[in-house]
């Protein structure tokens, strides 16, 4: 059985940093791709970037050269380094595997 379990998330100014994990369990990030996903309130959810098994990595445009997705497969799991945060970054953030999701974890970028 999959399980995903988000941390990480909080209150950050704009231009902060925000590192979020994805810890799972079922999984091999050798072989599973990992996404993140984010879900703003009152819109519709969003996928954010992706690593695959082999390491290729991709990310939607809107957070190209701010953030980063990475991963530590000795601890199955996958981080997501974001910067320069804007209050347009505001969501739940969420972690997908196959058909599994993580229960999410808020960022919110207010001054």
């Known amino acids: 059985q999959v399980q995903l379990v988000e941390s990480g998330g909080g209150l950050v100014q704009p231009g902060g940093s925000l590192r979020l994990s994805c810890t799972g369990s079922?999984?091999?990030?050798?072989?599973?791709?990992i996404s993140w996903y984010r879900q703003a309130p009152g819109k519709q959810r969003v996928w954010v970037a992706t690593i695959h098994g082999g390491g290729t990595t991709y990310y939607t445009d809107a957070v190209k050269g701010r953030v980063t997705i990475s991963r530590d497969i000795v601890k199955n799991t996958v981080y997501l380094q974001m910067n320069t945060l804007k209050p347009e970054d505001t969501a739940t953030y969420y972690c997908?595997?196959?058909?599994?999701w993580g229960q999410g974890t808020q960022v919110t970028v207010s001054s």
């Open positions: 079922g999984i091999s990030l050798r072989t599973d791709s």
């Open positions: 997908n595997c196959r058909t599994t």
